[in-house]
């Protein structure tokens, strides 16, 4: 059996876009991912560019050559099912899920329906949307679920805008800011006394499992 030349097989992908950056709240995270996807697919011998589609249109893509693309994109368009349906659109392969899984992964408060109607445990929560009567909401919410609470935009991502609430006068300043960044916000119940673990899958390899052990009082986006 003749063995496979890891270089040739890397060509053999064609060109690849590696779409980082976007202008979602986590510009940055995406931007710090992206550099180092690229490096890793340069250094194996992948025909790999950079694309950033808050900064040029999706139609170059295609129009460029592109084959295949690396979502190395963040929260907003880049996990929501949008970019996934126009690179499905100009006929483009792609890393992750695919338009449904996307729009339905990113968005805590419909993936929790979902939870909820097959049976799967998750936190008890109300949803608020924007412009509610915050403070209304809040003493509703205080008095279904109790304290403490975690107050969260229903579609962002690596934590960004999520807000430990332990009081029930801070509710409604916590929840007018995450609707700042979605219309939809999610409070849930906190679960006190776990922990956060992180299981990382190398190709066939699978590394330790690691407990992830914030300095502050949760893995906040700016502990990410």
């Not at 710090?32 to 808050?54: C, I, K, M, T, Y």
């Not at 609470?149 to 609430?165: D, N, T, Y």
């Not at 960044?181 to 590394?207: H, M, N, P, Q, W």
Request: net charge negative; aromatic share 8%.
């Amino acid at each position: 059996m003749s063995s496979i030349d890891p270089k040739q097989l890397a060509k053999q992908f064609g060109k690849v876009a590696v779409l980082l950056g976007g202008n979602s709240a986590e510009r940055e995270v995406s931007l710090n991912s992206g550099r180092l996807v690229l490096q890793g697919l340069r250094d194996a011998g992948v025909d790999a560019h950079p694309f950033d589609p808050a900064e040029r249109p999706l139609s170059a893509l295609k129009d460029e050559g592109f084959v295949r693309a690396f979502n190395a994109l963040h929260g907003g368009y880049g996990e929501n099912g949008q970019i996934q349906g126009a690179l499905d659109f100009y006929g483009i392969r792609y890393t992750g899920s695919g338009v449904l899984g996307s729009a339905l992964g990113l968005d805590k408060f419909r993936t929790k329906l979902v939870w909820q109607q097959l049976g799967v445990p998750t936190p008890p929560f109300e949803a608020v949307l924007r412009g509610d009567d915050y403070a209304a909401r809040a003493t509703d919410i205080v008095t279904k679920l109790g304290l403490p609470l975690f107050v969260k935009p229903a579609s962002e991502g690596s934590s960004v805008a999520v807000i430990k609430v332990k009081s029930a006068d801070a509710l409604p300043a916590a929840l007018e800011e995450a609707a700042k960044f979605d219309r939809i916000v999610v409070v849930e119940k906190s679960i006190e006394g776990g922990g956060e673990y992180t299981a990382c899958i190398a190709g066939d390899l699978d590394l330790p499992v690691i407990k992830i052990v914030p300095a502050g009082e949760f893995y906040d986006y700016h502990a990410k």
